[in-house]
C-alpha cells in the first residue's frame, strides 16, 4: 500500500500526542506553506538511537522512582537538534538583560537563555528548571520570605508578556515545552516528553520537536515567513476560519436544541420566548467552554468530575460509544447542566473564591424557567421544580459535540479570540422558533456573501397547491431570495405529486434537520425577513483594531502621543449598535495598552495604590477602561448580553460578576429622531446630576432649530441611562 501524501493529518497527529494547550501553531499554516515533520525512518530512527544515548536513568529528589532524564537543555540542543555553538546565549551575558522585576516580592523574572534570530534579535527565552520539575505545580514555600506564588508556566507567561518576547521554553530534563505568550493575548503550549519520544509510536512528535525548533524554523535555512515566529503570528490569524466553521455548528446546535424540546413536549410558553431559552443555552456553554480552557473555573478534581461542561461531553461520548443505540431512552445530563447554570448565577463551594456568584441575565434561572420545567413568573428559590425537561442524553450530546469537536478534532477555547467567540454567538442571532403550520420541509439556503448556511422551512401543502411550473418560484417568494435550484431539482419539483416526492426532489438541497417531512405544529427555527435577506454579519479582529486606531488617532495628536493615565480614563465612547461587542473590544485594549504605558511612564504617578504586582497589568487596565470608558446600544436583547460577556471575557474578571458593566451596555434602539423637547428633557436629567456642564447643553441645543435636532447620539443615550 503506498504511504499516504502528507496533509493536515499528518500535524493532526503528532499535535494530538503533544498535549495542546491555547494555540501554538495551525496545521493548515503549517499545511499550505508545505512545512512537515521528516517521515524517513532511517532518518528518526538515528534521532531516536542519539535521543536514547542522551538519557540517562536517575532518581529524581523526593521521588521513589527512576526516570529517564536528559543531560543539560544546551547539550539536547547542540546533540539532538542540531544547534550551533553560539545559537544559545546564557541570558546573564546579555548587553540589555531582559527581565521583569515584581518589587513586592523583591524577585526577578529571567530566563537562563536566550535564542537570538538571524537578525540579532531575541526570539525565544528558555528557561532550565531543576531536573523532574513539574511545570504546572505552584512550588512549595519554605523561607518564611513572601513570594508569588506561581508555577513555572505561569512564571514563564508572565516573563514573556511583558517582555514582548512571545516564544518560549521550559525545560526539566524530562519534558520540553514550546510556550506562545503574546502580550494581551492568550497563551497556549506543546509539551514534549522525552521518554515516549524514543518509542515507535513517540515519532511522529519527535519529527515535530524537530520541525518546530530545527535549524531551518530558528536560524539559517528557512524564509522569513516559515520561520517560527511568523508561523505563530500567522495561526492566530487563522482562527477567523475556524470561528465560521465553529459558528455553523452552533447554529446545527441550536436546530437539534430545537427539535429535542420538540420530542420532550413543547414546552408551555411563546414561542419567541422558547427561542430566547435555547439561545441562552448556547450562550452559556459556549461561555463556560471558553471560561473552563481560560481557568476561569475551578480546576480541581471536584468540578471537573461532576459540573464541568468538558468532562460531560467526554463522559456522553464514552456513553455513546458503549451505549449507541440507548442514548435516547438515557437522561441525567440535562439536569446536570442546569445545576452548573444555577451553580454559576449563585455561586458556592468551600469558599466564597471558588466560585463566585456571577449573577446577570444570561445565568439567572428565572429569565428562561421553562428550561427546569416552571411557569413563568415562578422564582427558583421559592417554587418547586415540577418536572425537569425530559431531554436526552442523546441531545446533550449532539450539542456539545456540535460545539467542541471540529473537524474532527477537540477544539480548544482558549485559542479564540473574545472576538470569535462574538462570531460564533451572532450565527445564531435572526430567527425565530415558530410552530409548524402543516406537513413542512426545510432547504438549505446559503444568503449573499455569507459563508453560513442556513434552513427555510416551507409549507409542504402550500408547495404542492402551487402549479408544478410555479413551484421553483414560490420557493423563492419564501426564501426571500433566489435560491437558485438547479435544474433537476426545478424538474423533479413539477413532478412530485406527495410529500415524499418533494423531499425527494430537492436532493441535496433538503436540509439535514428535516430529513422527513415535519407533522403539523412541530416546533421550527425559522429565520426572520432581515435573516433572509442579508445573513448576520461580525467585524472581525483585523478589521476592528485598525479602525479604532484611526478613530482615536486625533485623539492621541491632541495628547502629544503620550496621554496621562487621567486623561485616559476620563474618555467616554459609546457604540450606538454594538452587536457583539466587537469594536467597545477593540477599544478596550487599545485604551488599556496607553493606560499601561502612562502608568509605566517614569514622569507619571505609576500605578495606581490598590493594584497588586502579581496581577496582570494588562488585565488590570482593561477592567477599568471597560467600568469607566465604555458604553454601547443594541435593540437585540441576546446581543447586549453578549457584549457583556465579550467584555468580561477580554478582562478575564475572574473575581468580578457578570453584572460589572450593566450600568454603561443597555438595549435600545439609538438610531431614531427624537424630538427636542425629549433631548432636552433627557439633557436638563444629565445636569440635575452633574453628568453635564451648562455649556455643553446650550452647544447641543443650539445646534437645531427643528422639531427634531441633531446632537451626540452618545450625549443624548447615556443622559437617559443616567436618570
Known amino acids: 500500500m503506498r504511504p499516504r501524501p502528507p496533509g493536515i493529518h499528518t500535524h493532526e497527529e503528532w499535535k494530538g500526542m503533544a498535549n495542546p494547550v491555547g494555540l501554538v501553531v495551525e496545521p493548515v499554516v503549517l499545511n499550505r506553506l508545505g512545512i512537515f515533520p521528516e517521515s524517513a525512518t532511517a532518518v528518526l530512527a538515528d534521532w531516536q538511537r542519539r535521543l536514547d544515548e542522551l538519557l540517562q536513568d536517575q532518581q529524581l529528589p523526593e521521588s ?43 524577585e526577578t523574572l529571567a530566563p537562563t537563555w536566550v535564542v537570538n534570530d538571524p537578525d540579532g534579535a531575541p526570539q525565544l527565552l528558555v528557561q532550565e528548571l531543576p531536573a523532574g520539575s513539574d511545570f504546572d505545580a505552584i512550588p512549595k514555600g519554605g523561607s518564611g520570605r513572601r513570594q508569588w506564588e506561581a508555577s513555572p508556566q505561569q512564571r514563564l507567561e508572565r516573563l514573556l508578556k511583558e517582555s514582548e518576547h512571545p516564544i518560549g521554553v521550559l525545560w526539566n530534563g524530562v519534558a520540553l515545552r514550546l510556550v506562545y505568550a503574546p502580550r494581551g493575548e492568550s497563551s497556549g503550549h506543546l509539551s514534549f516528553p522525552l521518554e515516549p519520544m524514543t518509542t515507535v509510536d513517540g515519532r511522529p512528535m519527535l519529527a515535530a520537536l524537530q520541525m518546530l525548533l530545527g535549524p531551518d524554523r530558528l536560524f539559517e535555512g528557512g524564509s522569513s515567513v516559515t520561520r517560527l515566529k511568523p508561523l505563530m503570528a500567522a495561526s492566530r490569524k487563522e482562527q477567523n476560519e475556524v470561528s465560521t466553521r465553529l459558528a455553523e455548528q452552533v447554529l446545527e446546535a441550536l436546530w437539534i436544541l430545537v427539535k429535542g424540546f420538540d420530542a420532550a413536549g413543547s414546552p408551555p410558553a411563546e414561542p419567541q420566548h422558547i427561542y430566547g431559552g435555547l439561545i441562552t443555552v448556547l450562550l452559556r456553554l459556549v461561555f463556560l467552554l471558553y471560561a473552563e480552557d481560560e481557568e476561569l473555573m475551578p480546576v480541581d478534581s471536584l468540578y471537573g468530575q461532576h459540573y464541568s461542561v468538558s468532562g460531560l461531553a467526554l463522559r456522553l461520548r464514552q456513553d ?95 485559542a479564540l479570540d473574545v472576538e470569535q467567540i462574538g462570531s460564533v454567538y451572532e450565527g445564531i442571532m435572526g430567527f425565530q422558533v415558530e410552530h409548524a403550520s402543516g406537513p413542512s420541509l426545510g432547504i438549505t439556503h446559503r444568503p449573499p456573501r455569507q459563508k453560513i448556511a442556513i434552513t427555510v422551512v416551507v409549507n409542504a401543502e402550500q408547495l404542492l397547491a402551487q402549479a408544478g411550473a410555479k413551484r421553483a418560484n414560490w420557493l423563492d417568494e419564501q426564501a426571500g431570495v433566489k435560491l437558485k435550484l438547479a435544474a433537476p431539482i426545478v424538474r423533479a419539483l413539477k413532478e412530485a405529486s406527495s410529500h415524499d416526492d418533494l423531499a425527494a426532489a430537492l436532493g441535496k438541497r433538503l436540509s439535514p434537520h428535516t430529513p422527513r417531512v415535519l407533522p403539523a405544529g412541530s416546533l421550527i427555527l425559522q429565520p426572520t425577513e432581515e435573516r433572509r435577506r442579508s445573513g448576520s454579519h461580525y467585524t472581525p479582529r483585523a478589521l476592528t483594531e485598525p479602525i479604532v486606531a484611526e478613530t482615536l488617532r486625533p485623539w492621541l495628536e491632541r495628547c502629544n502621543g503620550k496621554p496621562t493615565a487621567e486623561r485616559i480614563l476620563a474618555l467616554k465612547l459609546c457604540d450606538p449598535a454594538m452587536g457583539s461587542g466587537a469594536f467597545l473590544v477593540a477599544v478596550c485594549r487599545f485604551l488599556a495598552h496607553w493606560l499601561v504605558a502612562a502608568w509605566e511612564d517614569p514622569e507619571g504617578p505609576g500605578f495606581p495604590p490598590e493594584f497588586k504586582k502579581e496581577w496582570d497589568k494588562d488585565l488590570y487596565a482593561r477592567r477599568l477602561i471597560a467600568q469607566q470608558c465604555l458604553y454601547g446600544v443594541d435593540k437585540n436583547p441576546f446581543a447586549v448580553n453578549l457584549a457583556k460577556l465579550s467584555l468580561w471575557l477580554v478582562t478575564l474578571s475572574k473575581e468580578l460578576p457578570f453584572t460589572f458593566v450593566d450600568h454603561a451596555l443597555k438595549e435600545g434602539d439609538s438610531l431614531v429622531g427624537v424630538s427636542k423637547e425629549e433631548i432636552s428633557q433627557a439633557i436638563r436629567g444629565a445636569f440635575r446630576q452633574k453628568q453635564l456642564e451648562e455649556p455643553t447643553i446650550q452647544r447641543a441645543m443650539a445646534r437645531d432649530s427643528r422639531d427634531y435636532a441633531t446632537v451626540p447620539i452618545s450625549v443624548v443615550v447615556r443622559s437617559r441611562w443616567l436618570r
Open 320 to 414: 455513546r460509544d458503549e451505549h449507541q443505540n440507548q442514548m435516547e431512552g438515557r437522561r441525567g445530563a440535562w439536569a446536570g447542566l442546569l445545576s452548573l447554570f444555577r451553580l454559576v448565577y449563585d455561586g458556592g463551594g468551600p469558599s466564597k473564591a471558588y466560585l463566585p456568584a456571577r449573577h446577570g441575565e444570561l445565568f439567572d434561572p428565572d429569565a428562561y424557567p421553562f428550561l427546569e420545567g416552571r411557569s413563568l413568573g415562578s422564582h427558583y428559590k421559592k417554587d418547586p421544580i415540577e418536572a425537569v425537561p425530559a431531554i436526552s442524553d442523546d441531545v446533550v450530546e449532539q450539542v456539545l459535540t456540535k460545539l467542541l469537536v471540529l473537524g474532527g478534532q477537540i477544539l480548544n477555547y482558549r
Open 64 to 106: 521513589a522512582e527512576w526516570v529517564s532524564v536528559a543531560p543539560s537543555f544546551e547539550t539536547f540542543v547542540m546533540e539532538l537538534l542540531g544547534w550551533q555553538e553560539g545559537d544559545l546565549l546564557p541570558a546573564s551575558a546579555l548587553e540589555s538583560p531582559i527581565a521583569v522585576r515584581l518589587d513586592d516580592y523583591n
